[in-house]
């Protein structure tokens, strides 16, 4: 399996903050990597694929980079729609795993 | 509008079996991969496998082979996933989601409202 972790598991911020969340590969996964947000009693909603294109409807202030193992999710100007939990994916085996997640909470 | 649409929660004891489902519309659906994905109460999403319902093809990861059944039927666009002996560690939300592979990196794009299994004597 290819394995995949998040840092940090979680991290409180304010309305406006800028934030970023890592995701480190246990392999090279070029960039088949994904980001996902899930909100409470929610299923998870993609907001980036590929490493860092924004799934359509997704607002411009989340981005995606990195490539090979190591990758970054940022959040530019938080709002308080995006208060929950973010999960990356890498999607370059068939047999996809997550990383353990992201909370993000007010402070 | 592609749709995943799940069965309703389930509450068993240890030792049943269980079949639950995601019928899928909007879309080809012989032509996309479709994943499970587990989530233990106040845990982190687990991939525990995915089948291409064009020619039932089925993958598993290492800690459910040999634990669940990954199925389709294809005449009601369904995908199914059951266990013939439940435990009470097999109390989870359970997800079933779309592989979009005519996307870069394939994602998981759409997704289905969640099962909840409650396994309890």
């Known amino acids: 399996d290819i394995q995949m972790t998040q840092s940090p598991s979680s991290l409180s911020a304010s309305v406006g903050d800028r934030v970023s969340i890592t995701c480190r590969a246990s392999e090279s996964i070029n960039n088949y990597l994904n980001w996902y947000q899930q909100k409470p009693g929610k299923a998870p909603k993609l907001l980036i694929f590929?490493?860092?294109t924004l799934q359509s409807g997704v607002p411009s202030r989340f981005s995606g980079s990195g490539s090979g193992t190591n990758f970054t999710l940022t959040i530019g100007s938080l709002q308080p729609e995006d208060f929950a939990t973010f999960y990356c994916?890498?999607?370059?085996?068939?047999?996809?795993?997550f990383g353990q997640g992201t909370k993000l909470e007010i402070k | 509008e592609v749709q995943l649409v799940q069965s309703g929660a389930e509450v068993k004891k240890p030792g049943e079996s269980l079949k639950i489902s995601c019928q899928a519309s909007?879309?080809?659906?012989?032509?996309?991969?479709i994943g499970w994905v587990r989530q233990m109460p106040g845990k982190g999403l687990e991939w525990m496998g995915i089948i291409y319902p064009g020619d039932f093809d089925t993958r598993y990861s290492p800690s459910f082979q040999g634990q669940v059944t990954i199925s389709a039927n294809m005449l009601i666009s369904t995908v199914y996933l059951q266990w013939s002996s439940l435990k009470a560690s097999d109390t989870a939300m359970y997800y079933c989601?779309?592989?979009?592979?005519?996307?870069?990196?394939?994602?998981?794009?759409?997704w289905g409202q969640g099962t909840l299994v409650t396994v309890s004597s």
């Open positions: 909007g879309y080809t659906f012989t032509k996309y991969w």
């Open positions: 989601a779309r592989r979009n592979q005519d996307t870069t990196g394939s994602p998981s794009d759409y």
């Open positions: 994916q890498q999607s370059y085996s068939t047999l996809y795993t």
């Open positions: 590929a490493a860092s």
